[in-house]
């Protein structure tokens, strides 16, 4: 039977379309579409599809404003985030158009003959987005993907569908033919759950919370199909008492409030070494208060909504039965808002500090020794990010060679560059994703012995 989802705007709570879902049956069909359109494209000469991926790159370039409106209307994100978001697929797709002519195989020295290997592609991916981040997260899957001669099927979230369908709009003009992009709006027990039982594709890149992921790998043993996994996170922003406190308070906010706290990487637990732990909350509160959570259309906002009245329900769970240092602004009335919000933790087992919050909310415990820093820090099921801070070479290089995590920054809060790798350990991931490597995982590596006599 088929359904249709309203997009509401976040920020106001009002309607914004109407999106029909694909049924179990057009899922289907879409799903052979894109099985019919793999031969041809794995075969297009590796220049002639790298030339295909710079022109859609380019039409998304030329299409930037377009999409960030979209996404600011659709997912409340801030204007400024909304354009880099959106440029974000046009660079990974700019990156990636470099890899078809670049999939090198390795010629192994063996007696008697020539020894080389292929990195074929696997035919159809399916690629499973989370509203948090629609536009890069679905190039991260797409760009590698298509690169390595793959044909694409992608699931937008329920909520966010607007720009994937857009960017699949755009695929076309671009060039590329039916069939190679594949965008299916629709419900993750329909269409993500068709992804994962339908024999044709080869594949599943997903991104999204730890319990569908759990789901997904167990439903993709059945037929031992490859997959990806970008779960969640709890990661740790650590300060030592020897770090830059005003650089340190400064970013602090900006690591953790960022897209309203919904990000995977999200320090949305500080510690702060005993000694400095009220002078850097001294800091940071300035730095809280003085953040912009307005209307992210605004060009000066830095901070927007939660996306849907249950994720800030939510969200304002946590805050019960919790010690609340401070507060950032947020505006009053209709839309999805929770102002940034700093909490003191005071046990390691309060839900606050040990589950993914996904809003804007942080909390902050003091440590004393670096020992104990990390016990702490690794005192988690996930293990995706986190950041520390000191002007100590030595305990830099330690630390970040201790926190057990895929993406670590010193002295910053940056997590993702599409040229380099990008994943989780423990229940944050399996795989990597963006970086140099990124087609090999979208492909299956071939040995061919060829004999000489
Ligand atoms: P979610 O797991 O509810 O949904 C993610 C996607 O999976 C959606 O498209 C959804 O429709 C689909 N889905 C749901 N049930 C499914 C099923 N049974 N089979 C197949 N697909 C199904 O997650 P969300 O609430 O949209 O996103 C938030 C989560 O994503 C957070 O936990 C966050 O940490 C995580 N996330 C991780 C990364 C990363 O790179 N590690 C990045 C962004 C978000």
Redesign the pocket.
Same mark, same amino acid.
């Given at each position: 039977m088929s359904t249709s989802y309203t997009v509401l705007n976040p920020a106001t709570g009002q309607p914004v379309t109407e999106v029909a879902e694909a049924t179990l049956e057009e899922t289907d069909l879409l799903i052979e579409r894109a099985a019919d359109a793999f031969p041809a494209w794995r075969d297009v000469a590796p220049g002639e599809r790298a030339r295909l991926l710079r022109r859609f790159a380019a039409v998304v370039d030329e299409h930037v404003d377009e999409l960030a409106d979209l996404e600011v209307r659709n997912a409340g994100h801030t204007l400024g985030n909304a354009r880099w978001e959106a440029g974000n697929v046009r660079d990974v797709l700019n990156y990636y158009s470099a890899a078809p002519e670049r999939l090198f195989g390795r010629q192994i020295p063996v007696a008697g003959g020539v020894d080389v290997t292929f990195h074929e592609p696997l035919g159809v991916v399916g690629v499973?987005?989370?509203?948090?981040?629609p536009m890069p997260?679905a190039g991260?899957g797409f760009a590698p993907a298509l690169a390595a001669g793959n044909t694409v099927v992608l699931?937008?979230? +329920? #909520?966010t569908p607007l720009t994937a369908i857009r960017i699949g709009e755009l695929a076309l003009e671009a060039g590329l033919p039916e069939g190679v992009l594949t965008v299916v709006p629709?419900?993750?027990?329909v269409?993500?759950?068709r992804?994962?039982t339908h024999p044709a594709v080869r594949k599943?890149c997903?991104?999204?919370?730890?319990?569908?992921?759990k789901?997904?790998m167990a439903?993709c043993a059945e037929q031992v199909k490859r997959v990806t996994? +970008? #779960?969640?996170?709890k990661s740790a922003n650590i300060v030592f008492a020897d770090a830059d406190l005003d650089k340190a308070a400064a970013a602090a906010p900006y690591a953790v409030f960022d897209n309203a706290g919904?990000?995977?990487?999200a320090r949305s637990r500080i510690l702060v070494q005993r000694s400095a732990h009220d002078e850097f909350l001294e800091r940071m509160e300035r730095a809280v208060r003085a953040m912009r959570v307005i209307d992210p259309a605004d060009p000066d906002s830095e901070m927007g909504p939660l996306i849907s009245a249950k994720?800030k329900e939510t969200v304002t769970g946590y805050l019960e039965d919790v010690e609340v240092a401070f507060t950032g602004d947020a505006p009053d009335g209709d839309g999805f808002w929770v102002p940034p919000t700093v909490v003191l933790a005071s046990d390691t087992a309060q839900p606050v500090w040990r589950e993914?919050v996904?809003g804007p909310v942080v909390a902050v415990m003091p440590f004393d020794t670096e020992e104990e820093a990390l016990a702490l820090a690794n005192d988690t099921e996930y293990g995706?990010s986190g950041s520390i801070y000191t002007r100590d070479l030595g305990r830099a290089l330690r630390v970040s060679r201790g926190v057990q995590a895929g993406n670590l920054s010193v002295n910053s809060h940056s997590s993702?560059r599409y040229w380099t790798p990008?994943?989780?350990f423990k229940q944050?991931?399996l795989g990597r994703?963006l970086g140099p490597d990124a087609p090999n995982a979208f492909t299956e590596e071939k040995n061919v012995f060829i004999a000489q006599d």
């Open positions: 499973i987005v989370p509203w948090n981040f997260i991260w699931k937008p979230a +329920e #909520l629709g419900k993750g027990s269409v993500g759950e992804f994962v599943v997903f991104t999204g919370s730890t319990a569908v992921g789901r997904i439903g996994l +970008e #779960l969640g996170g919904q990000d995977c990487c994720q993914e996904f995706l993702v990008f994943g989780g944050s991931g994703e």
